[in-house]
């Protein structure tokens, strides 16, 4: 399930272990998010690539966390921007090929669903592992929790799809699990997008308040 995090470790990037982390957790997830595309597309399964949006969420999340921090908050509220539209992107296409499938689809390779499901679940707790043994402070403990949690029970889901596949014979969970987790990682999508755009929208008020103060320094 994606988690709509602009959690999971933005602050204090700078601690030099910590980022090595980061970049762990970032080539994980964006070869995850390689992995699924892939294997989904090979396995006719769309819940995997409906999986694969998480990864690629987190991924741009790490990234966000390795190049903007420490910018201005106008350069990383675009940065967010950007990346809640490409996420909305994938989304859209996720669904589309969901209604593809619905239609024109064979049953998925399940075989292939739930080794896939299950690297990717071991895949999500080396890096909540990780995160959780080299985070700085105790601040992010909780957002680092809940975003796995929320990652694993995708993940799980994939492997429940794969299991009720090969026993129902049917592409069904294949297709309820992929329109759960799309429409999941849309509505996060479209929470990034309007979370950027207001601090976005926010930075000329801010700018004037400045000029204001300027004009009326006594110095
Ligand atoms: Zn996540």
Redesign the pocket.
């Known amino acids: 399930m ?2 709509t ?1 602009h959690c ?1 470790s933005t602050e204090n990037a700078d601690n030099g272990r910590y980022r090595n982390i980061l970049w762990i957790a970032l080539f994980i997830n964006a070869l995850m998010f390689a992995v699924e595309i892939i294997m989904g597309i090979k396995a006719g399964s769309v819940s995997l690539l409906a999986d694969s949006l ?2 690629f ?2 991924a741009a ?1 790490y990234g966000i966390s390795l190049f903007v921090v420490g910018k201005t908050l106008h350069i990383r509220a675009k940065a967010s921007w950007i990346k809640g539209y490409t996420m909305g992107g994938f989304g859209l296409w996720v669904l589309a090929s969901t209604l593809y499938h619905f239609w024109y689809g064979n049953i998925p390779n399940h075989h292939d669903m739930g080794i896939v499901g299950v690297i990717a679940l071991i895949a ?1 707790i080396i890096v909540a592992v990780l995160l959780f043994a080299f985070r700085n402070g105790d601040s992010n403990r909780r957002s680092v929790w809940l ?2 949690r ?2 694993a029970i995708g993940n799980i889901m994939v492997v429940a799809a794969a299991f009720a596949v090969q026993f129902t014979q049917s592409s069904w969970p294949d297709l309820l699990v992929a329109v759960t987790m799309a429409v999941l990682a849309l509505q996060a999508a479209v929470q990034i997008i309007r979370h950027a755009n207001t601090e976005l929208s926010a930075r000329p008020k801010i700018s004037l308040v400045a000029q204001h103060e300027q004009h009326f320094d006594p110095d």
């Open positions: 994606a988690c995090h999971c998480d990864f969420g987190d999340n999500n975003c796995s929320n990652d």
